[in-house]
């Protein structure tokens, strides 16, 4: 009788463990099984030079779909491990503090863009604008600033979209997984072949090819 209500208490924590993990994807926006959300993973994985399982490696570390591109921006530009980013992160620091602290400044985040953003989208826009290009670096940018610039870059540099485009969908109030799904199959619906930029920073001159914000 032990046996058969210790089987029955385990199976009840099981259920109440994958309940939690559940509710966790779904307050995250979006289910892991779901196909945008492995193209996103890809689209990562493939944009920034790493292997498919790392990204799921940091996702597992609770950091938050959007800020994933993040992560791995600041750790190419650094020139440190992803793991490295993702320690201080953690530690309770903003994404400005871990980008100081790795040597960035504002400047790095910075994207071209001529028409600048409605709402709090544009309000990074303001701070460049206000302020010449050589104290660029000593902006302080907020969390969302940082995001949307560098989920703004990812997606133009992925598919050549326009930042002004990019924006005009993450107005409508879609997450950038959404984003990028979105700019994803518009580009295969034109039958345009998908380019994928993988820049070494600082390489970029050397290489004759202008990026985005360079």
Request: hydrophobic content about 35%; proline content about 4%; glycine content about 8%.
């Amino acid at each position: 009788m032990k046996k058969v209500s210790a089987l029955f208490l385990a199976a009840i924590i099981g259920v109440l463990g994958w309940v939690t993990i559940a509710g966790a994807q779904v307050n995250a926006g979006i289910s892991i099984t779901d196909d945008g959300i492995k193209s996103f993973y890809l689209a990562i994985g493939q944009t920034y030079n790493v292997p498919e399982r790392e990204v799921y490696a940091v996702r597992e570390r609770r950091i938050p779909d959007e800020e994933l591109p993040v992560v791995f921006f600041i750790a190419r530009r650094a020139r440190v491990e992803p793991k490295t980013v993702i320690e201080f992160r953690l530690g309770n620091h903003s994404w400005f503090e871990v980008s100081r602290h790795f040597g960035l400044g504002a400047d790095a985040f910075y994207i071209e863009c001529r028409e600048v953003p409605k709402g709090p989208h544009g309000k990074a826009f303001g701070y460049y604008r206000n302020r010449p290009r050589s104290e660029w670096k000593d902006i302080r940018l907020g969390d969302d600033d940082i995001v949307n610039l560098v989920n703004v870059r990812f997606v133009m540099d992925r598919y050549h979209y326009p930042a002004e485009e990019v924006f005009r969908m993450r107005e409508s109030n879609r997450n950038y997984v959404t984003v990028h799904r979105e700019a994803e199959k518009g580009r295969n619906k034109d039958g345009e072949k998908k380019k994928v930029v993988v820049a070494e920073p600082g390489k970029e001159k050397k290489q004759g090819h202008k990026r985005h914000g360079d």
